[in-house]
C-alpha cells in the first residue's frame, strides 16, 4: 500500500513541474500589447525640433533585418527603450519561428528625414 502511495505522490508531482507550451507561445495580440507599450513609452516624451529626433530599428523580419523604424525623441531613456525594443525583437523572432513565417525579404531602410511636428518625431517622406 506504501508503495501505491509514493507513486500516486510521485505522479502528482512530476505533473506539477509539467510546462505547458501554449502558456508561452507568442501571440499576435501579445506583440501588439508590446508595441503598444514602447509607443506610449515613446510618446510620453516630446521633441522640441528635428534634430531632438532619432530612429530604432523595430521588430524581426523572418528574413532578418527589422520590420520598420521607430521614430523617438532624443530625451527617452535610451537604455528603457533598447530595452523594450529587445524585448519586442525576441518576441517577434520567436513567434516568426512557431509560425513558420515568411516575408518578401526586403530590407527596410532607416528614414531619410526625421522631424519634430507639434512636439512629436515624425517620419517626413
Not at 508503495?3 to 512530476?14: G, N, P
Not at 516575408?103 to 519634430?116: A, E, F, L, Q, T
Amino acid at each position: 500500500m506504501k508503495y501505491l502511495i509514493r507513486i500516486a505522490l510521485l505522479f502528482v508531482l512530476l505533473q506539477s513541474f509539467q510546462c505547458d507550451e501554449e502558456d508561452n507561445r507568442t501571440t499576435p495580440e501579445l506583440l501588439a500589447q508590446k508595441k503598444q507599450e514602447i509607443l506610449s513609452y515613446i510618446g510620453s516624451f516630446s521633441c522640441a525640433n528635428a534634430t531632438g529626433c532619432l530612429s530604432i530599428a523595430f521588430g524581426a523580419k523572418p528574413c532578418g533585418g527589422p520590420r520598420e523604424y521607430l521614430v523617438y525623441p532624443n530625451t527617452v531613456d535610451q537604455t528603457t527603450l533598447e530595452t523594450l525594443v529587445a524585448e519586442y525583437y525576441e518576441m517577434d523572432h520567436q513567434y516568426n519561428i512557431e509560425i513558420g513565417a515568411t516575408s518578401d525579404c526586403m530590407v527596410v531602410s532607416p528614414p531619410n528625414r526625421i522631424d519634430c511636428i507639434n512636439g512629436v518625431c515624425t517620419i517626413v517622406n
